[in-house]
């Protein structure tokens, strides 16, 4: 694999909200379909094998916004489960819990839908993913989510999944990965093409 290319999906209502979006299914915003089309130039010319895109259709939708029709679905590439909190806002969840940080407290479970994920659990999906793409001959990108491919940057660099909190990540960004002198490196972080 030559590089990596992160493609974060636009914005969904509860991204813009700050709600937390684990596994709950929302389409893109009018903005985040924006932000999807704007990825194109990025990726057109280009080459990518494979491809991989998270279930979630505000991540379909990225991918098929930006160019990049020819996918393969990998549910390693679903956001952080983030089970009795999905859909609250850290404000709402500091309320009851003062001070509660994701990456250092965690979820508590949810329902059967969100049982929730330790920032570990995230980081060994992560690393499958690494090791498909590191299997690849070329160029591969990534379309997903915020927290996941922040977990997924930090386990690049031979990092505890939890170091994923250094890399923020907003949506309709782009950011690569790639090597130098045979080392992970991060090539370009959370690049905006529409501000």
Known sequence: MRELLLLRHGETEWS????????????LTSYGESQAAALAPLVKGKTFDPVLVSPAQRARRTAEL????DYEVDPDLWEWDYGGYEGITTATIRETRPGWYLWRDGVIPGDAAHPGESAAEVGARADRVIARARAAQGEVALVAHGHFLRVLTARWLGLP????????LDTGTYSRLGFEHAEPVILSWNAPVLS
């Open 16 to 27: 813009k909200n700050g709600r937390h979006t684990g596994r709950t299914d929302l389409p």
């Open 66 to 69: 930006a160019g990049l029709t």
């Open 161 to 168: 999944p939890a170091d994923g909190r250094l890399f923020r």
